[in-house]
């Protein structure tokens, strides 16, 4: 919050593409109605290999084309969000250069900065192989954070996909009923 207590003045939110990062995007955008704050949405990108392979062998060719797709990934993630009107809002896209988590933090390097992540689920296998932006952003922000669970529809359709992966049939459905809670797992 800034000095009057009325709120942050800017809120940055992560975003990849991701149903977790778009929740979180819409997030940011409800509180900034309230808030009045500016949102700065802001998608991290690497080069193809990551940083180490691009260091070792440059192409500047390679790397604008990877900045592109970072910039068109960021406004299609923002179409899919808020529509085409996503303009109107008090609202600046940007794709940055880093890792997901350092790229946040130092983004959002304001006291009275709001950061806004999703926090996604996240099994045992994928937690041990993968870092988490939210733990990263969590523990490393001079800021207030908002992590944004996931969508409890996001869940079932994780499960569904699940099954269909291993092609499992789906509980069955009568006319009428609202569709079963499907285990997790």
């Known amino acids: 919050m800034d000095e009057t207590g009325t709120g942050p003045r800017r809120i940055v939110v992560g ?4 149903l977790g990062s778009l929740a979180a995007l819409h997030r940011a955008v409800v509180e900034s109605r309230h808030t009045d704050a500016e949102v700065l949405a802001v998608l991290a990108w690497e080069p193809v290999g990551g940083e180490y392979a691009y260091r070792r062998a440059p192409l500047p060719p390679l790397l604008e084309d990877g900045r592109r797709l ?10 899919t969000a808020l529509g085409w009107g996503w ?3 008090r609202l600046q896209a940007r794709a940055v250069r880093g890792t997901p988590g350092t790229v946040l933090v130092l983004t959002a390097d304001r006291e009275d900065d709001l950061l806004v992540i999703g926090a996604g689920q996240r099994g045992l296998l994928r937690r ?16 207030p954070v908002l992590a944004v669970p996931p969508s409890p529809l996001q869940r079932d359709l994780t499960a569904v996909h699940r099954r269909n992966t291993w092609r ?13 809670r499907l285990p997790r797992g």
Not at 70 to 79: F, G, P
Not at 168 to 180: C, N, S, T, V
């Open 15 to 18: 975003v990849s593409g991701s």
């Open 70 to 79: 970072a910039t068109e990934r960021l406004r299609t993630a923002l179409d």
């Open 87 to 89: 303009s109107e809002h």
């Open 128 to 143: 041990a192989l993968c870092r988490s932006t939210s733990r990263y952003c969590l523990a490393n922000a001079t800021c």
């Open 168 to 180: 499992l049939p789906l509980p069955p459905r009568r006319p009428g009923e609202d569709a079963p």
